[in-house]
């Protein structure tokens, strides 16, 4: 089970944290992925990162604001939002999968972030 949180309303250009934390004992065993869904559009990834940490990937256009981390020790991936901009206002999930790729096994509930202009 994944428990995204961290969410909320925050001005353009402010920083925020999300956190989602995982239950069980095999955290390390999985990719952990962060997507988010705006309004009225798709869902859309947003970043991974590998078992130990050691490899991320991100979507083309948030290279350089968001950066995506984890503690196997809290069985918790983050997502850190820097420079926010109301085009980031989405619901923002998280998801598991014991291969690194783009299918993922495992979601969790979404959290709300709401960046104001």
């Known amino acids: 089970q994944l428990q995204a949180s961290g969410g909320g309303l925050v001005q353009a250009g402010g920083s925020l944290r999300l956190s989602c934390t995982a239950s069980g004992r095999s955290f390390s065993s999985y990719v952990m992925g962060w997507f988010r869904q705006a309004p009225g559009k798709e869902r859309d990834f947003v970043a991974r990162?590998?078992?130990?940490?050691?490899?991320?990937y991100y979507a083309d256009s948030l290279k350089g604001r968001f950066t995506i981390s984890r503690d196997n020790a809290k069985n918790t991936v983050y997502l850190q939002m820097s420079s926010l901009k109301p085009e980031d206002t989405a619901v923002y999930f998280c998801?598991?999968?014991?291969?690194?790729?783009?299918?993922?096994?495992?979601w969790g509930q979404g959290t709300q972030v709401t960046v104001s202009s």
């Open positions: 990162i590998s078992w130990t940490g050691g490899t991320t």
């Open positions: 998801a598991a999968d014991r291969r690194w790729g783009t299918n993922y096994s495992y």
